[in-house]
């Protein structure tokens, strides 16, 4: 009559309970930094360590406005 945790067999159970929700909250908070990262503008080049190529920063500029037609094209006669 002391409940089914004294017999030994419920403990197991509540400790993988325990551990499937750190497995839950992990995979929960990695998912969120992972768009955190993503949404912060950083490219895929950077965070893999890789160089960013340089047309693609070209068109980054010109799409933010920092560069006209004409020196867009210029550069990317330059670059090409």
Same mark, same amino acid.
């Given at each position: 009559m002391m409940g089914p945790y004294w017999n030994g #067999?419920? &403990?197991?159970? +509540?400790? *993988?309970? &325990?551990? +499937? #929700?750190l497995i839950l909250w992990g995979t929960a908070l990695a998912a969120v930094v992972a768009l955190v990262r993503l949404a912060s503008g950083r490219a895929l080049f950077a965070q893999l360590g890789q160089p960013e190529p340089p047309i693609a920063i070209l068109r980054?500029?010109?799409a933010a406005g920092? *560069?006209?037609r004409e020196q867009f094209e210029r550069m990317k006669s330059d670059v090409a």
């Open positions: #067999m419920g &403990w197991g159970w +509540m400790a *993988l309970g &325990w551990v +499937m #929700m980054r500029r010109y920092e *560069l006209t």
